[in-house]
């Protein structure tokens, strides 16, 4: 009689325990709907901050352009006896008759050149990805970037 009893305890016990096993192999709606919710805050939260990253990641092509030009324009004024008058005289990617930065995001443009000075230029372009960034144009010469205000310091990454 006592091993009956207990065997049927044993068997109380096995039957509870796949119950519970059971139970716990899924998600309720609920729960997966909380999840949904939680992941749905966090994206709207991050997502203007990624934009932000990308538009200032994108800033460096117009730095690295800009930079790499100067280093050209005091290359050809060393061969030269002043700087490069047209864009067409220093290694600048051109598409469509416009010269671009390195990756496209900026339209190059050279204001200004003597024998004695320059200045260059980078805007985004028009119907490109960084039109709307708040650092809208970027400018070099013979000095370096040119940093008037915090505001350009902060576009530069100084």
């Not at 796949?18 to 998600?27: A, C, H, N, T």
């Not at 260059?120 to 119907?127: L, M």
Request: one cysteine or more; hydrophobic letters at 40%; charged letters at 25%.
């Amino acid at each position: 009689m006592e091993y009956l009893l207990a065997e049927r305890v044993a068997q109380v016990k096995r039957d509870c325990m796949q119950k519970k096993v059971l139970e716990f192999l899924g998600f309720t709606l609920i729960e997966l709907l909380i999840a949904m919710a939680i992941m749905g805050i966090l994206a709207s939260v991050s997502y203007p901050y990624y934009n932000d990253s990308v538009k200032k990641s994108r800033r460096v092509d117009a730095i690295n352009t800009l930079i790499q030009l100067q280093i050209e324009q005091e290359k050809f004024r060393s061969r030269s006896m002043g700087y490069a008058t047209q864009l067409s005289d220093l290694p600048v990617r051109v598409e469509k008759k416009i010269f671009l930065s390195h990756e496209g995001y900026y339209e190059i443009t050279l204001l200004s050149a003597s024998s004695t000075s320059f200045e260059i230029i980078a805007k985004p372009v028009a119907d490109g990805p960084q039109k709307e960034d708040e650092c809208s144009v970027f400018k070099v010469s013979v000095n370096g970037p040119e940093l008037k205000n915090e505001e350009a310091r902060r576009c530069w990454n100084l």
